[in-house]
């Protein structure tokens, strides 16, 4: 693969001060990152949700900032996290779309590309990820213990993570057979359930001595729609009209790739929406206990917009929240996500921000926090002075976006301005849209014949952006 070249960054002092390093690591804080499946930027209260009841993860904007204008790494699950990873968009980052490998697993991240948890563990952070994977099957150069992670439990492969009730998932290398969910004939082990306790374990196994980084790529709330129907699922169910969902249900004919039937939809989705904010709860409840709360930097948002699969019904609950598109859209609502986050004594309660970010602004950022050195060649910025709101925050020139199906996706964002081309695949000339964000955030109204040399800027700046993969070729045959 041909690789993206820029000047080494080496990380400034924390808060871009002049703090001695001693005074630096004694200040270090734990970093929490907790990244949602599938979950819209309007499928939460601190957005506008009606309908779906989310108090912790509100809790955490009205503790701590909302950022408004946050962005994914992309409009689907393996390169959105590759991005984050690493520090780079997909022009430039290593995996470029979904790709699935054998037995069991996706594309493998290279060895050679520097993640966020190799730069916390290299700055003395012990490490976690609990959740879904998806960046290299286990054994390969992509397993999460070979990029920096020294405890994983969860799906390696995210097309296991299609289902709610697997037959196995997975312990560092050790696989964990779910004898109850044997075959894809039983559905007695919900698997975030067991994911979940894993992760409140490894939080309470920190007396404060060491900081630690943990993240949780859970799978809620993506397709198939089931939860247990449980008190949560029992609130939500005859709230909503429903319409049954025939899909691929467990048993001597499942596929790990299926969604189940559903006979409420509307109440399965809501519950799985609520069953997530049980656990940002849990994991808060867990820093009290354990008194790292005033220490712990926790953050929250998803890996791309609301899908449509399985049942699945964004317009019923606003899950885009007005704006255009879903997930495979690099329209707004398949990339702005809900963000938040709070550290308590450090974020101002109940602020929000404007800063324009994406994921690759992450490894960066936590960098800065760890007292770690960046070293590797990245496309984010620190943006830790709009987290914390001190000091003055440096401002990104232009935002980039790729994704590699449905013949090929490319945008820019560039300050108000945000470009759109289409069936871009082996045409780097295809026609660009044009909107103005600040006066049509919905991107209704294309204005590219109104303003032709911006179009024309903003496409040009696609083409430099994108460099060529081998892996995934952004050629003719893509979309096919």
């Not at 997975?170 to 306790?197: F, G, R, S, T």
């Not at 429903?242 to 969604?259: F, I, M, S, V």
């Not at 044009?434 to 014949?449: C, V």
Request: hydrophobic share 35%.
């Amino acid at each position: 693969m041909k690789k993206y070249l820029l000047p080494a960054l080496i990380v400034a002092g924390l808060f871009g001060n002049n703090l001695t390093a001693q005074t630096q690591k004694a200040q270090r804080p734990n970093i929490i990152f907790i990244l949602a499946d599938d979950l819209g930027y309007g499928d939460v209260g601190f957005n506008g949700q009606k309908l779906i009841k989310t108090p912790n993860i509100d809790r955490l904007a009205r503790e701590g900032v909302k950022f408004n204008q946050f962005y994914a790494g992309t409009s689907v699950c393996a390169p959105s996290r590759s991005s984050l990873m690493s520090g780079q968009h997909t022009g430039h980052t290593y995996i470029r779309g979904n790709k699935g490998v054998d037995p069991e697993g996706q594309e493998p991240i290279a060895d050679s590309v520097v993640t966020i948890a190799e730069v916390l563990k290299k700055a003395g952070y012990a490490t976690g990820a609990f959740g879904k994977w998806g960046l290299g099957p286990v054994g390969s150069v992509g397993d999460p213990n070979k990029q920096g992670f020294d405890q994983f439990y969860g799906y390696n492969c995210q097309s296991l993570a299609h289902r709610y009730y697997p037959d196995h998932l997975w312990d560092n290398q050790k696989k964990i057979v779910l004898e109850a969910n044997q075959n894809l004939m039983y559905n007695k082990q919900y698997a975030p359930d067991l994911i979940q306790k894993r992760a409140l374990e490894f939080v309470d196994s920190k007396d404060g001595k060491q900081p630690f980084f943990l993240f949780l790529p859970y799978i809620l709330p993506h397709a198939e729609l089931l939860v247990p129907e449980d008190s949560i699922f029992q609130y939500y169910k005859g709230k909503f009209p429903e319409k049954a969902h025939k899909g691929l249900d467990y048993g001597p004919n499942a596929t790990n790739g299926g969604y189940a039937s559903q006979e409420y939809p509307h109440a399965a989705f809501a519950a799985m929406v609520s069953r997530l904010d049980l656990y940002v709860g849990q994991i808060l409840a867990k820093l009290k206990e354990k008194g790292l709360e005033k220490n712990t930097l926790v953050i929250f948002t998803s890996d791309n917009g609301p899908h449509i699969e399985g049942g699945a019904d964004p317009e019923f609950f606003n899950s885009s929240a007005g704006f255009k598109g879903v997930k495979r859209d690099l329209y707004e609502g398949g990339i702005r996500e809900p963000f938040a986050a709070r550290w308590p004594g450090v974020i101002k309660p109940g602020t929000t921000n404007d800063y324009i970010g994406a994921f690759w602004d992450l490894l960066p950022t936590f960098a800065e926090l760890g007292g770690a050195k960046v070293t590797s060649r990245i496309d984010g910025i620190p943006f830790t002075a709009a987290l914390t709101g001190k000091g003055t925050q440096k401002k990104h020139d232009f935002l980039y976006w790729e994704f590699h199906e449905q013949g090929g996706r490319q945008a820019v964002r560039q300050g108000n301005w945000k470009a759109i081309r289409l069936k871009a695949a082996g045409n780097p000339q295809a026609r660009v849209e044009l909107y103005d964000l600040s006066k049509d955030p919905a991107e209704t109204k294309d204005l590219s014949a109104q303003f032709p040399d911006k179009a024309k800027e903003l496409g040009q700046i696609m083409n430099r952006s994108h460099v060529p993969s081998a892996i995934f070729p952004f050629g003719k045959e893509e979309g096919k």
